[in-house]
């Protein structure tokens, strides 16, 4: 509703672009992480992004992948 009121001074982000990498761990640890823990996601990451976009700023929002849950790499 939000995006159809301010259309096109509106931005949609999805939380789910903002979990934490987890390349550095095997696939066994990987799928074990709790992803409903707070913890699971880079708030600062999105924080820092929000503040970009707000101040003119283009960034570069991440592609996660749910199956080797990390980081899609930035093309």
């Known amino acids: 509703m939000l995006k159809m009121h301010y259309a096109d001074d509106a ?4 939380l789910d672009s903002y979990y934490k990498d987890r390349s550095h761990l095997d696939k066994t640890e990987r799928s074990n ?3 409903e823990h707070p913890d699971s996601q880079d708030i600062s990451l999105l924080h820092n ?7 003119g700023n283009s ?4 592609e996660y992948c749910f199956i080797t ?3 899609k790499e930035n093309k």
């Open 49 to 55: 992004d929000i503040s970009n976009l707000r101040n």
């Open 11 to 14: 931005l949609l982000l999805s």
């Open 69 to 71: 849950h990390t980081r």
């Open 59 to 62: 960034v570069y929002i991440p």
């Open 33 to 35: 992480v709790n992803f």
